[in-house]
């Protein structure tokens, strides 16, 4: 049976970087993706905009990972760091740090960050299984063409945005609604290079639609497919419209499908905290980050530790975009650089606690909050 100081479930943004902060600090890590691509919804959904991670004031509120992401989102193609954010300085109001990528440069980026971290990278590998003694988890059951096989470690991190972890180890989690997102790289012969365009030719394509409550929670298999069959009915409509008004097949069409599910919400923890918000504009003594406001510049929230905290479980952590979040303030969790920063504190607290041979609420407070200062977080607002 193989064995790991830390296993990450999940390679999405939140994993790689869970698998990143624990891998480069000595730890061994495995990170088990069900894909063949790392990077989540950010690569495989083809989600390619790289939301802010300063305030919209000129102020970066996000640092780490999420910093370092974003420049290596376009090492292997189009995209770059807004021109006022290459040197230090004013920004303008309103003048956002934030990226466009393509999928496919995010991926080989991911790629070789985690070969570099040493990072044992299971792809085409689904978390299956997990064995709980008490409130630990002693080991996960993959299935992969080997086979189904079981991985120890001693502590685990879900970053399946699902909390597909958590949820069978028995811990607590809840749900809530989505809308139905048909999305699309589309070649598009009209179309100009843009901030929101990959190129000449080259754009999204998203067709937003509100459904009757409990249509799209994803918590099912047959919801996770009926929402992937109603998403892509939608975009063969918008072709035929297209056609019908004179497009041709040659001068648009869908160039790329997404080949995860785009659900933006579907399970998360119930945290030793939940993130409302109504708390969402406190000051936490456990704080481990801060996120701005990517719809609204202005506001600046605090991250506390206890969020990543699944209730019962004492050697596991949530990253990503099922953390203990709910209500609007997810909208501004669920995100590529939040995700990033919650999957960096997570890995950099199993680190720690396997250093100290301690819980994951063991190690809250100092220690933690040192260590991602060494890597430029802030964690209070006053700070910036
Ligand atoms: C429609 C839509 C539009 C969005 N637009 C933007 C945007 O413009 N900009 C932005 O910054 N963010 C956007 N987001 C949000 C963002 O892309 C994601 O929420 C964010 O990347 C979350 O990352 P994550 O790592 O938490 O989760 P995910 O990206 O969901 O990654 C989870 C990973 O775990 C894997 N996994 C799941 N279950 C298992 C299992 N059982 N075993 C093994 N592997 C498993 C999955 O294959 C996946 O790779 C959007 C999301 C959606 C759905």
Same mark, same amino acid.
Do not use: K, M, Q
């Given at each position: 049976m193989r064995s790991f100081d830390l296993i990450v479930a999940g390679g999405g943004i939140a994993g790689c970087s869970a698998a990143l902060a624990a891998a480069r600090r000595g730890k061994s890590v495995a990170l088990l993706e069900k894909?063949?691509?790392?990077?989540?919804?950010?690569?495989?959904?083809?989600?390619?905009?790289?939301?802010?991670i300063c305030d919209g004031c000129g102020r970066q509120v996000s640092f780490g990972l999420a910093r370092e992401l974003l420049t290596a989102a376009h090492a292997y193609g189009p995209g770059e760091i807004p021109e006022h954010w290459q040197a230090p300085g004013p920004k303008p109001l309103n003048d956002r740090l934030y990226t466009i990528f393509s999928p496919a440069s995010m991926v080989l980026a991911l790629d070789e960050l985690l070969e570099e971290?040493?990072?044992?990278?299971? !792809?085409?590998?689904?978390?299956?299984?997990?064995?709980r003694t008490g409130g630990q988890v002693t080991a996960v059951e993959v299935e992969n063409k080997s086979g189904r096989l079981t991985l120890e470690a001693d502590y685990f991190i879900d970053a399946t945005g699902d909390a597909d972890l958590v949820r069978r180890a028995g811990g607590e989690c809840f749900s809530e609604e989505n809308q139905l997102s048909s999305w699309a790289i589309e070649y598009d012969a009209t179309a100009q290079r843009s901030p929101r365009n990959l190129a000449d030719h080259l754009k999204q394509v998203v067709i937003n639609r509100t459904v009757p409550e409990g249509r799209f929670r994803g918590i099912s298999g047959e919801s996770v497919s009926r929402m992937i069959r109603e998403s892509r009915r939608e975009l063969r409509n918008r072709y035929r419209k297209l056609y019908?008004?004179?497009?041709?097949?040659?001068d648009c069409f869908p160039l790329l499908v997404p080949t995860l599910a785009n659900f933006r919400r579907t399970f998360s923890i119930r945290g030793r905290l939940l993130l409302t918000p109504e708390l969402s504009g406190e000051q936490f003594?456990?704080?481990?980050?801060? !996120?701005?406001?990517?719809?609204?510049?202005?506001?600046?929230?605090?991250?506390?530790?206890?969020?990543?905290?699944?209730?019962?479980?004492?050697?596991?952590?949530?990253?990503?975009?099922?953390?203990?979040?709910?209500?609007?303030?997810?909208?501004?969790?669920?995100?590529?650089?939040?995700?990033?920063m919650s999957g960096e504190i997570a890995g950099t607290a199993a680190a720690l606690a396997a250093d100290a041979g301690s819980s994951a609420p063991g190690v809250a407070g100092g220690r933690l909050q040192e260590e991602l200062r060494r890597v430029e977080f802030r964690f209070h607002r006053e700070e910036l």
């Open positions: 894909s063949v691509w790392p990077g989540g919804l950010a690569t495989a959904g083809l989600i390619y905009v790289y939301l802010p971290a040493g990072v044992s990278v299971w !792809f085409d590998t689904l978390l299956a299984g997990v064995r019908a008004e004179g497009r041709t097949r040659d003594d456990d704080s481990v980050g801060l !996120f701005g406001n990517w719809i609204t510049p202005g506001p600046v929230h605090e991250l506390p530790y206890r969020v990543l905290l699944p209730a019962e479980l004492e050697n596991v952590w949530a990253a990503g975009r099922c953390i203990s979040v709910t209500g609007e303030t997810c909208e501004l969790t669920r995100v590529i650089p939040v995700a990033a």
